[in-house]
């Protein structure tokens, strides 16, 4: 049960507001802002997701730059309302077609519809795309892309200034054909989440991968579709044949799922035969196929790491990152970081010469080496050197009060289970339309850890 809701863009002005219980004070959103924004509690920078402040609960998670925020005074869950605030999130952008600022104050009237459907007088009702068509008659108001700055991969979203139909979360807002003809398209996206953990010695000593096949059709009159994934993909280690002699899904061979759940919309008829599955889509984006791996397979990265005492107090951290995968394919946002010792001062660094894209800071306050490369290819090698000054000396204790050094990045085209989507089948297709298909991969750190 929660008492507000509200979007706050990054200045801090109130976007959307709806008070369900009345039981927490109107200026909640500013005290909420002005809390987060000089945040300085626990050594830290930001906020964390879930605090308290004079008797209320506050949850928020930053969505494309904004703020979604719910308040309680009750002993809430905290998985419960994050979930929530991301789904409120994700059924916005459904019904706009992209989420930013502009989007939601020229739609203010939708998305007030929308929240009243989604929750009553503090308790959810659903979160369901689908369901709530039922239930929502404003039509979306599509902004004008030419007046936005690019926001990524979401700006792709943004057309024209027109009104569109009220079953616009089911149809393409990316372009129109010529003559006004809508652009029939699919999207079918495979993500996965890695999790590795090295040893100190550079062996990897566990790694696993939470996957998810994402779709979003924008296809008239909801065909069936058939999407065929790999023949030599198997759930479950008991139905590999000689399972006995396979080397793990890093080399040839079957690509073996430990588990996996399907959309309540997939027919699986064919899966166990052909690995084909059919389904009919719903509205809105939504997991096709959820799926876990913990065989083992070749990491994206190789890291490690070198330090060396330089004095009494003073010392030298190496740090070598290796791109693992093919040299056609480019990883983004690659960003290092590191703890230090509690008694660190000062760090001096020492980067590459001649490359460009990259940066390293000392965050004193919560004693940490951040290192970011903007784009790394694959195939390529990237060193730092960091010089470390003490305010007290650490007795060749080093490495116990240093590390472990964890990684962040995401790496497009690219996913190191080897599932992908052999064909794409759309039933009663038109002569004289040929349907788009868009089918992207890409793999993000879960959790990406070297030991010291």
């Not at 459904?94 to 007030?112: A, C």
Request: net charge neutral; proline share 5%.
């Amino acid at each position: 049960m929660i008492s507000q809701f509200f979007v706050l863009s990054q200045r801090g002005d109130n976007i959307v507001f709806r008070d369900y219980r009345s039981d927490v004070q109107k200026g909640s959103a500013e005290i909420f802002f002005r809390k987060v924004k000089f945040w300085k509690e626990d050594g830290k920078e930001e906020a964390p997701p879930v605090f308290n402040l004079d008797g209320v609960n506050y949850f928020h998670v930053k969505v494309v730059g904004l703020l979604f925020v719910a308040t309680t005074r009750i002993n809430l869950s905290p998985s419960l309302a994050l979930e929530l605030l991301q789904r409120i999130a994700r059924v916005i952008k459904d019904y706009l077609g992209v989420l930013n600022e502009e989007s939601l104050r020229k739609n203010f009237v939708l998305v007030y519809e929308l929240l009243d459907e989604v929750i009553d007088f503090g308790y959810v009702q659903t979160t369901s795309t689908e369901v709530l068509k039922s239930y929502i008659f404003n039509e979306p108001i599509v902004v004008d892309a030419a007046r936005l700055p690019p926001l990524g991969p979401a700006s792709l979203f943004m057309q024209g200034t027109k009104r569109m139909p009220g079953t616009a979360v089911t149809k393409s807002v990316v372009a129109n054909e010529p003559g006004g003809r809508k652009r029939e398209e699919i999207f079918v996206d495979i993500i996965e989440k890695i999790s590795v953990t090295f040893s100190s010695s550079g062996y990897v000593l566990t790694s696993e991968i939470d996957g998810t096949i994402q779709m979003k059709s924008y296809l008239t009159g909801n065909p069936e579709i058939k999407l065929a994934l790999n023949d030599d993909l198997y759930v479950g280690r008991g139905g590999v044949p000689n399972y006995g002699g396979y080397s793990g899904s890093s080399g040839s061979g079957a690509v073996i799922l430990d588990d996996c759940n399907f959309h309540e919309s997939v027919h699986m008829d064919n899966f166990e035969v052909d690995k084909t599955l059919s389904l009919v889509p719903p509205d809105g984006e939504f997991p096709v196929m959820n799926y876990r791996i913990t065989q083992e397979f070749k990491p994206p990265f190789t890291v490690n790491t070198l330090i060396e005492e330089a004095g009494s107090l003073k010392a030298e951290v190496i740090l070598k990152i290796r791109a693992e995968f093919p040299s056609n394919i480019t990883a983004n946002t690659v960003l290092v970081e590191m703890p230090l010792p509690a008694c660190t001062t000062r760090v001096n660094f020492d980067l590459e010469r001649g490359v460009v894209g990259q940066n390293a800071d000392f965050k004193e306050s919560q004693k940490r080496l951040e290192w970011s490369v903007k784009k790394m290819v694959g195939g390529s090698e990237h060193t730092l050197r960091a010089k470390l000054n003490f305010s007290q000396e650490l007795h060749g204790n080093i490495t116990k009060e240093a590390g472990p050094v964890s990684m962040t990045f995401t790496i497009p085209m690219y996913n190191p289970s080897r599932l992908e989507v052999k064909y794409l089948q759309i039933a009663k297709k038109s002569k004289t339309s040929n349907p788009y298909r868009w089918v992207r991969y890409v793999t993000q750190a879960n959790s990406y850890v070297a030991r010291m």
